[in-house]
T-cell receptor, first 114, second 117 residues
């Protein structure tokens, strides 16, 4: 069985500040991990995914995430927040590398203050 | 990336009625579609896997007679919530997988917020 925990349902940062969204997972098999973003009234968009290659994964819009097996974590970061980053972010785990049959975390709403 | 369209984006219905939600892949053919739901303040949970031309596979705890899934074509899957009750109020979202060798990426619709009154 797989599960995902996102710490913090709401995160607020100032524009230009570091963004850190936390994700911890549980999996009985080597996991494939994903971060998705959802802007208002839009579908989920894939930000990045870890598929057992490099542990530091770079995604779109300047986001990156680091897979740490010892900590069972896959935290999402961005050095400098933009107003356009305000959205809902979901961490997810899957048994395949394409993002099918995902198990999601509860989501974190990122708010960016001017 | 590929586009998946979900309709309607919001729907309010009376208790006891049925509601149909459509999920369309606009620029690719989807052999497999997935239906998820998210209750308030909870995670997105996989409900069922829908394969074109065959019966859907439901996750444990999901009533197949209540949540009817039809995947009659390679571009359309529908989820019908039958005899809806207020506890069915939720956010429903679909994803579609493009055909190809191996595991291809799944693309998401924008979701449907169902409110049963």
């Amino acid at each position: 069985a797989q599960s995902v925990t996102q710490l913090g349902s709401h995160v607020s940062v100032s524009e230009g500040a570091l963004v850190l969204l936390r994700c911890n997972y549980s999996s009985s098999v080597p996991p494939y991990l994903f971060w998705y973003v959802q802007y208002p009234n839009q579908g989920l968009q894939l930000l990045l995914k870890y598929t057992s290659a490099a542990t530091l994964v770079k995604g779109i819009n300047g986001f990156e995430a680091e897979f740490k097996k010892s900590e069972t974590s896959f935290h999402l970061t961005k050095p400098s927040a933009h107003m356009s980053d305000a959205a809902e972010y979901f961490c997810a785990v899957s048994e395949d590398n394409a993002g099918n049959m995902l198990t999601f975390g509860g989501g974190t709403r990122l708010m960016v203050k001017p | 990336g590929a586009v998946v369209s979900q309709h309607p984006s919001r729907v309010i219905c009376k208790s006891g009625t049925s509601v149909k939600i459509e999920c369309r892949s606009l620029d690719f053919q989807a052999t497999t579609m997935f239906w998820y739901r998210q209750f308030p303040k909870q995670s997105l949970m996989l409900m069922a896997t829908s394969n074109e031309g065959s019966k859907a596979t439901y996750e444990q705890g999901v009533e197949k007679d209540k949540f009817l899934i039809n995947h009659a074509s390679l571009t359309l899957s529908t989820l019908t919530v039958t005899s809806a009750h207020p506890e069915d109020s939720s956010f429903y979202i679909c994803s579609a997988r493009s055909p190809g060798t191996g595991n291809t990426e799944a693309f998401f619709g924008q979701g449907t917020r169902l409110t049963v009154v």
